[in-house]
């Protein structure tokens, strides 16, 4: 099956920092997704992408959609406090009536006030 | 903010019994999915369902699990028979369209004794 390898595995930062974090496929996708993850929560949608070369930004959060479709990544600047969790990229290969999620192992934020 | 609501949050069970587990998608959605996730891993892909039908499954999703909404509303998970491997949070999610992306509910953990 498809496989997301996800880096960093963890990382730990001051608190006003900026982070960067991706995603990468040896196959292709047609969207890819950050999701955050709180402890005992579900996953919360961050940022969609869907279009290759695509930048998109939410508030301190920008994600790309790399060119050749096969990888994504995430930056945080001027963390806080509350970005404390894990992040998860997420690749999706749509056909016919199916959209299923291919998700990353995650990358556990911890950011030190 | 619409929600996916899932219930029970919690649900302990005896080893060979059977659970449902239960989820209120998003009104208008159209498109509905179960994940699972063990302690600690990555979120894994059990199935989707559109047009009153499974779309896919994965490896996971074996005889013991099957989806159903009975309803215009829920949609349930059944485990026949239950096994402590079975032992994860189990999330329900929904999108309006296929290429969107999802909405997840806060999960259901299942603690299989």
């Known amino acids: 099956g498809q496989q997301l390898n996800q880096s960093p595995q963890s990382m730990f930062i001051q608190e006003g920092e900026d982070v960067s974090m991706n995603c990468t496929s040896s196959?292709?996708?047609?969207?890819w997704l950050w999701y955050k993850q709180d402890p005992g929560e579900g996953p919360v949608l961050l940022i969609a992408l869907y279009k290759a070369g695509e930048l998109t930004s939410n508030g301190r959060l920008t994600a790309q959609f790399g060119i050749t479709r096969k990888d994504s990544f995430l930056n945080i600047s001027a963390s806080i406090p509350s970005d404390v969790g894990i992040y998860f990229c997420?690749?999706?290969?749509?056909?016919?009536?199916?959209?299923?999620?291919?998700f990353g192992k995650g990358t556990l934020l911890t950011v030190n006030p | 903010e619409p929600e996916v609501t899932q219930t029970p949050s919690h649900q302990v069970t005896q080893m060979g019994q059977e659970v449902i587990l239960r989820c209120v998608p998003i009104?208008?959605?159209?498109?509905f999915y179960w994940y699972r996730q063990i302690l600690g891993q990555k979120v894994e892909f059990l199935v989707s369902f559109y047009n009153n039908e499974i779309s896919e499954k994965s490896e996971i999703f074996d005889d013991q699990f099957s989806v159903e909404r009975p309803d215009g509303s829920n949609f349930t998970l059944k485990i026949r028979s239950t096994k402590l491997e079975d032992s994860a949070m189990y999330f329900c999610?929904?999108?309006?369209?296929?290429?969107?992306?999802?909405?997840f509910g806060s999960g259901t953990r299942l603690t299989v004794v």
């Open positions: 997420a690749g999706q290969m749509s056909g016919g009536s199916n959209y299923k999620l291919t």
């Open positions: 196959s292709i996708f047609n969207t």
């Open positions: 009104s208008n959605h159209l498109y």
């Open positions: 999610a929904s999108s309006e369209s296929g290429r969107t992306g999802y909405t």
